[in-house]
C-alpha cells in the first residue's frame, strides 16, 4: 500500500495529507484509535476522527472512501 499511499498523499495534497502512526511505538495512540490491524485509515477533520476504515485496496477505492468521509467530490 505504500506506493499507492505516496501517489495519493501527491496527487491530493491540496485536499488532504496522511500521518503515518508506528503502531509498534505508539501503542498508546494504537489503543486510542482501536487500530487492530494495517492498514487502518483513520480520516480526521478539524481535529476530530470523523471516520475511517481498514484494508487494503487500489488507489481509486482509497481515494473514495477518504472522499466519501470527508463529504468531498472528487473534482473539487
Known amino acids: ?3 499507492v499511499v505516496a501517489e ?10 496522511f500521518v503515518k502512526l508506528d503502531v509498534r511505538t505508539q501503542r498508546e495512540k494504537t489503543a486510542e484509535y482501536q487500530i487492530r490491524g494495517t492498514p487502518t485509515y483513520i480520516v480526521f477533520k478539524d481535529g ?5 476504515f481498514a484494508g487494503a485496496m487500489p488507489k481509486a477505492e482509497l481515494v ?4 466519501e468521509i470527508l463529504g ?3 473534482n473539487e
Open 1 to 3: 500500500m505504500r506506493p
Open 8 to 17: 495519493v498523499a501527491l496527487e491530493y495534497r491540496e485536499n488532504f495529507s
Open 48 to 52: 476530530a476522527a470523523i471516520g475511517g
Open 64 to 67: 473514495q472512501r477518504i472522499l
Open 72 to 74: 468531498t467530490e472528487e
